[in-house]
Nanobody, 118 residues
Framework: QVQLVESGGGLVQAGGSLRLSCAAS????????MGWFRQAPGKEREFVAS????????DFANSVKGRFTISRDNAENTVYLQMNSLKPEDTAVYYC???????????WGQGTQVTVSS
Protein backbone atom coordinates (compact mmCIF):
# COMPACT_ATOMS: atom_id res chain seq x y z
CA GLN A 1 0.00 0.00 0.00
CA VAL A 2 1.40 3.37 -1.04
CA GLN A 3 1.76 5.89 1.74
CA LEU A 4 3.00 9.47 1.80
CA VAL A 5 3.42 10.82 5.32
CA GLU A 6 4.13 14.50 5.88
CA SER A 7 5.71 16.03 8.95
CA GLY A 8 7.25 19.32 10.04
CA GLY A 9 4.25 21.62 9.99
CA GLY A 10 3.48 24.01 12.80
CA LEU A 11 3.06 27.59 13.89
CA VAL A 12 5.71 30.16 12.97
CA GLN A 13 5.94 33.93 12.92
CA ALA A 14 6.11 35.86 9.68
CA GLY A 15 9.67 35.88 8.38
CA GLY A 16 10.44 32.54 9.96
CA SER A 17 11.26 29.17 8.44
CA LEU A 18 9.94 25.63 8.47
CA ARG A 19 11.04 22.43 6.78
CA LEU A 20 8.45 19.92 5.74
CA SER A 21 9.29 16.28 5.13
CA CYS A 22 7.40 13.62 3.25
CA ALA A 23 8.29 9.96 3.69
CA ALA A 24 7.07 7.69 0.93
CA SER A 25 6.58 3.95 1.14
CA UNK A 26 4.84 1.11 -0.62
CA UNK A 27 6.51 1.38 -4.00
CA UNK A 28 9.53 2.76 -5.80
CA UNK A 29 9.23 6.44 -6.63
CA UNK A 30 12.42 6.76 -8.61
CA UNK A 31 10.53 7.63 -11.81
CA UNK A 32 8.08 9.96 -10.13
CA UNK A 33 8.06 13.67 -9.62
CA MET A 34 7.57 14.43 -5.94
CA GLY A 35 5.90 17.66 -5.01
CA TRP A 36 3.96 19.80 -2.64
CA PHE A 37 0.54 21.39 -2.90
CA ARG A 38 -1.32 23.51 -0.40
CA GLN A 39 -4.88 24.41 0.42
CA ALA A 40 -5.90 27.45 2.42
CA PRO A 41 -9.34 27.72 4.03
CA GLY A 42 -11.99 28.52 1.44
CA LYS A 43 -9.56 28.15 -1.46
CA GLU A 44 -8.74 25.48 -3.98
CA ARG A 45 -5.70 23.30 -3.62
CA GLU A 46 -2.76 24.82 -5.47
CA PHE A 47 0.62 23.68 -6.66
CA VAL A 48 3.65 24.79 -4.64
CA ALA A 49 6.75 22.95 -5.88
CA SER A 50 7.95 19.72 -7.44
CA UNK A 51 11.20 17.94 -8.17
CA UNK A 52 12.10 15.33 -10.77
CA UNK A 53 13.22 11.87 -9.77
CA UNK A 54 16.90 12.74 -10.30
CA UNK A 55 16.64 16.21 -8.80
CA UNK A 56 17.68 17.92 -12.03
CA UNK A 57 14.37 19.64 -12.66
CA UNK A 58 12.48 21.72 -10.12
CA ASP A 59 9.33 23.74 -10.56
CA PHE A 60 7.91 26.37 -8.25
CA ALA A 61 4.77 28.43 -8.05
CA ASN A 62 5.50 32.11 -8.63
CA SER A 63 4.27 32.93 -5.14
CA VAL A 64 7.07 30.91 -3.49
CA LYS A 65 9.99 31.38 -5.89
CA GLY A 66 13.07 32.62 -4.09
CA ARG A 67 11.66 31.65 -0.69
CA PHE A 68 11.03 27.90 -0.89
CA THR A 69 13.38 25.14 -2.00
CA ILE A 70 12.67 21.49 -2.65
CA SER A 71 14.96 18.49 -2.41
CA ARG A 72 14.70 14.72 -2.26
CA ASP A 73 16.64 11.76 -0.97
CA ASN A 74 15.78 8.75 -3.09
CA ALA A 75 17.68 6.39 -0.82
CA GLU A 76 15.35 7.41 1.98
CA ASN A 77 12.28 7.89 -0.25
CA THR A 78 11.87 11.32 1.27
CA VAL A 79 11.18 14.74 -0.17
CA TYR A 80 11.71 18.01 1.67
CA LEU A 81 10.28 21.50 1.35
CA GLN A 82 12.37 24.22 2.96
CA MET A 83 10.23 27.29 3.50
CA ASN A 84 11.94 30.57 4.33
CA SER A 85 10.68 34.13 4.73
CA LEU A 86 7.24 32.80 5.48
CA LYS A 87 4.25 35.08 5.09
CA PRO A 88 0.76 34.89 6.61
CA GLU A 89 -0.57 34.07 3.14
CA ASP A 90 1.47 30.86 3.21
CA THR A 91 -0.88 29.55 5.88
CA ALA A 92 -2.47 26.36 4.57
CA VAL A 93 -2.55 22.61 4.81
CA TYR A 94 0.42 21.34 2.84
CA TYR A 95 0.10 18.08 0.97
CA CYS A 96 2.82 15.87 -0.40
CA UNK A 97 2.16 14.31 -3.80
CA UNK A 98 3.83 11.92 -6.20
CA UNK A 99 3.09 11.79 -9.89
CA UNK A 100 4.47 10.91 -13.29
CA UNK A 101 4.06 14.50 -14.51
CA UNK A 102 5.81 17.68 -13.38
CA UNK A 103 2.78 18.70 -11.34
CA UNK A 104 1.37 15.21 -11.12
CA UNK A 105 -0.55 13.89 -8.18
CA UNK A 106 -1.17 10.19 -8.55
CA UNK A 107 -0.65 9.75 -4.83
CA TRP A 108 -1.40 12.10 -1.93
CA GLY A 109 -0.37 12.42 1.67
CA GLN A 110 -2.78 13.32 4.45
CA GLY A 111 -1.50 16.88 4.85
CA THR A 112 0.24 18.92 7.51
CA GLN A 113 -0.88 22.30 8.81
CA VAL A 114 1.36 25.34 8.43
CA THR A 115 0.26 28.51 10.18
CA VAL A 116 2.15 31.77 9.81
CA SER A 117 1.24 34.50 12.26
CA SER A 118 1.68 38.19 11.50
Amino acid sequence: QVQLVESGGGLVQAGGSLRLSCAASGRTFNNYYMGWFRQAPGKEREFVASISWNGFYRDFANSVKGRFTISRDNAENTVYLQMNSLKPEDTAVYYCAAGLGVRGSDYWGQGTQVTVSS
